[in-house]
């Protein structure tokens, strides 16, 4: 079975400063990767990478096989199946929450009007903001923000989405209510690749963990692998830390 995306030594440089190093993993359908590290390990920078917010300095990024670096590739066209919610939810303030949603589909997707309102209000029903369609984002909390942020990425019906830190800009008291909506889509078998420091959910909600340190996976695995029997030293001592 060909993976959805497969990244092969991907590298990743500002000027003489090494983001990414020789990067290598593949992602199949229903995939739940968590990827974890500290801060400054090259995590969102790997995900920037795959979305192409940011054009990696060498390497592969195959997407069903095909290259996707290739300058024959409709990027845009990529985008609308490679999904990203972003740490700080990146809402248009000016639109209202149904715009917020419809405004990819109608420009990107081509979808009429009346299509792009019935997509939008089924994902603002899946993660419970319908209420909230005629708020503008500063009337809405941080938790509100951000599941709007998901509706909207979820109406573009991507293959594969992409969450940065989706919960690390938020009051404690929300994270709960965003994690929530990412179990259920990881139940509903949605394939994601989510950069996060809630430990929790990725050693139970994961079906595949990686780990980054300084540009590199030093390690991967199942989460009960990693998280209870990792082989490499740094794993451990990042364990150690971030569970005490």
């Known amino acids: 079975m060909t993976p959805i995306l497969e990244l092969s030594h991907l590298e990743k440089s500002f000027g003489n400063h090494v983001i990414l190093r020789d990067i290598n993993f593949k992602v199949n359908a229903k ?90 209000m089924h994902f603002l029903e899946k993660v419970e903001m319908e209420p909230f369609i005629n708020a503008k984002p500063r ?24 969450f940065d830190e989706p919960t690390s800009a938020l009051d404690p008291l929300m994270v709960g209510e965003v994690l929530s909506v990412m179990k259920t889509l990881a139940r509903e078998g949605l394939t994601m690749i989510v950069v996060t420091h809630e430990m929790s959910f990725a050693r139970d909600v994961s079906n595949y963990v990686v780990y980054m340190d300084d540009g590199y996976i030093i390690e991967e695995g199942s989460p009960d692998k990693l998280f209870n029997n990792p082989n490499q030293e740094k794993t451990k001592k990042f364990l150690a830390t971030i569970l005490s």
């Open 31 to 120: 995939d739940v990767i968590s990827v974890i590290g500290a801060s400054g390990s090259g995590k969102s920078t790997m995900l920037r990478c795959i979305n192409l917010l940011e054009i990696p300095s060498g390497g592969e990024i195959l997407f069903h096989g095909n290259p996707i670096l290739d300058r024959k590739n409709d990027i845009p066209d990529y985008r609308t199946k490679v999904g990203m919610v972003f740490q700080n939810f990146n809402l248009f303030s000016n639109m209202s929450v149904l715009e917020n949603c419809m405004v990819g589909q109608i420009k990107v997707l081509k979808r009429s009007k009346e299509e792009a309102k019935i997509k939008a």
């Open 139 to 162: 009337q809405l909390s941080g938790g509100q923000k951000q599941r709007v942020a998901i509706a909207r990425a979820l109406s573009m019906e991507p293959e594969l989405l992409l």
